[in-house]
């Protein structure tokens, strides 16, 4: 149950170049929210699009292509994309909302749509919730240490920076590449993560993360009868997708599974470890 319900889980990756380009990995959430706009299945998304200051997104509410092309790749900062949601649905007047989210903005949605307090004639707009993996997160300034002080880059250089294979690396546009070991980064971490017990959104319509995969390919599940229709009924027959069965790739589902064990069993420990953090007292659990 780590890797969450789920009806479908493919190797996937976007049949165009343009998205392809400068995506993270195989372009998923950008071609799908693309396809939906199209289509008519949304009128919008909310995405994290680019900021005042390098790799510091702020959550826009995307109704073009070239929009959603801005927002392109990942920034391993906090965007927090649910504030937009309401606003979307109200000055931007969207009746069907797309919106991309780590795992727990993902439960946000979930939570607001159920509980929605302060969040009024918002829940079923929402007509399309794409996660993204997520094993952490990092505050802007220790993004900013681990890029400039620790890998030597500018952060106004930077093309592209990623996670895997125990390596954080930083890209720039004359072709350097940077890397640190990922064990120096965890300082830097949010400390809210540590309490986290979802690793590959469990609750979007579709969720998807460059783990399982090749280079360039995303490993992509589809989850609710939505994310199925719209991902398998027409996205994929409409030939907006390459894909291939999670079993043919390499390292396929094995070790998604594994890297969301580790996560939830680390975390879980944390989480047990509050209820006796003091003297006779715990620290909150918001679980229970
Ligand atoms: C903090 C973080 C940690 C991650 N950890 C993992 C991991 O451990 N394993 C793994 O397989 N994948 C992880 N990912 C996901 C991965 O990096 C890609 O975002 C994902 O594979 C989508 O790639 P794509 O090519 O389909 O997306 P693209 O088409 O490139 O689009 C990326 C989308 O992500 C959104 N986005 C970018 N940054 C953020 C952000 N900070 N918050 C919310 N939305 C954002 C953008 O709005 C954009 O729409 C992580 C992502 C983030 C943001
Ligand atoms: S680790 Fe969990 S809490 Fe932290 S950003 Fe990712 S999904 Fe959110």
């Excluded at 989210?101 to 509980?115: M, N, S």
């Excluded at 390919?217 to 999670?246: D, M």
């Amino acid at each position: 149950m780590v890797l969450g319900n789920y009806k479908n889980c493919v190797s996937a990756r976007a049949a165009d170049p343009a998205i392809l380009s400068a995506s993270q990995d195989g372009g998923i959430v950008t071609q799908l929210f693309a396809f939906a706009l199209e289509e008519g299945i949304i009128d919008g998304a909310v995405v994290a699009g680019p900021g005042d200051e390098p790799y510091k997104p702020e959550p826009v509410v995307a109704t073009t292509v070239a929009e959603l092309m801005e927002a392109r790749g990942t920034r391993y900062t906090i965007c927090p994309n649910v504030s937009m949601i309401k606003e979307a649905t109200r000055s931007y007047g969207l009746d069907k909302v797309g919106v991309v989210g780590t795992p727990c903005q993902i439960q946000a949605v979930r939570k607001a749509q159920l509980y929605p307090m302060g969040m009024r004639s918002v829940g079923d707009k929402i007509a399309l919730a794409i996660g993204i993996f997520c094993m952490e997160n990092f505050p802007y300034q220790g993004l900013e240490t681990m890029v400039e002080d620790l890998c030597n880059v500018k952060m106004e250089s930077a093309v592209k920076m990623d996670i895997g294979k125990g390596k954080f690396s930083v890209y720039t546009a004359r072709g350097a590449v940077s890397q640190i070991p990922l064990k120096m980064t965890h300082k830097f971490e949010q400390p809210g993560c540590h309490v986290c017990l979802d690793y590959v959104a469990n609750l979007a319509d579709v969720s998807t993360g460059s783990v399982g995969s090749p280079d360039g390919w995303s490993t992509v599940f589809t989850r609710t009868k939505k994310g199925e229709t719209i991902w398998g009924g027409k996205a994929i027959e409409a030939g907006y997708f390459e894909t291939k069965p999670i079993a043919d790739v390499k390292p396929g589902l094995d070790l998604v599974t594994k890297l969301a064990t580790d996560k939830i069993t680390k975390n879980q420990k944390t989480l047990d470890e509050r209820a006796s953090f003091g003297v006779d007292k715990g620290l909150r659990n918001p679980y229970i």
